[in-house]
């Protein structure tokens, strides 16, 4: 007999009270009732599980871009961070926007005006013809060239600013025309608010 087992300990335990109490049991005495053992509560249901079904860092149930790119520099709101304007390039030693831009830039400005999480800054870069300080000013009329083209077009100006790099950070090998030509760029960085 195992004095451990759960059953026999509470036969046991009944036993012992019902022979303590018997003396005591009179005709308006009622028998004792046990008490039901307490079921223990169900587990609680497992959490939803929120994805990042981009890859970008940013779960679903937060990602206002849903879709980004993998490899996409995004920011909290899981938008990306900085793009440069393809197809937004500039002639060597001018800052005015060529035709073929017009569609990026109309582009830029509905995205930008739609993310109302956020402020931008338009940086202009160049190639490396002509001197740095040249450049870095020439980078800055870049930005400002198409800081205007986004006002005009519905973003408010109090959510822009500008900044130019000049040729310091190219993305081509100065080296050569073609590479030159993609250093004449402009690229817009999202900052939270």
Known sequence: MNLMNP???R???????????????SAKSRPVEL????TPAPAPAPAAVDLDTDGDGVLDSVDRCPGTPLGVKVDAQGCEIVFTLQG???????STLRPEATQRLTEAA??????????????????SVGSEDYNKSLGY???VS?????????VQQSRLSTESFGELHPIASNDTEEGRAQNRRVEIISIPK
């Open 7 to 9: 059953v026999f300990t």
């Open 110 to 127: 509905a995205i930008i005006s739609s993310n109302s999480t956020a402020n931008y800054e338009i940086v202009g870069h160049t190639d």
């Open 11 to 25: 036969a046991l335990i009944i036993s012992s009270v019902a022979i303590a109490l018997s003396g005591c049991i």
């Open 146 to 154: 198409v800081l205007n083209f986004l006002t005009r077009n519905g």
């Open 35 to 38: 008490a039901e053992e307490a």
């Open 141 to 143: 009329r870049r930005a």
């Open 88 to 94: 937004v390039n500039f002639d060597t030693n001018k």
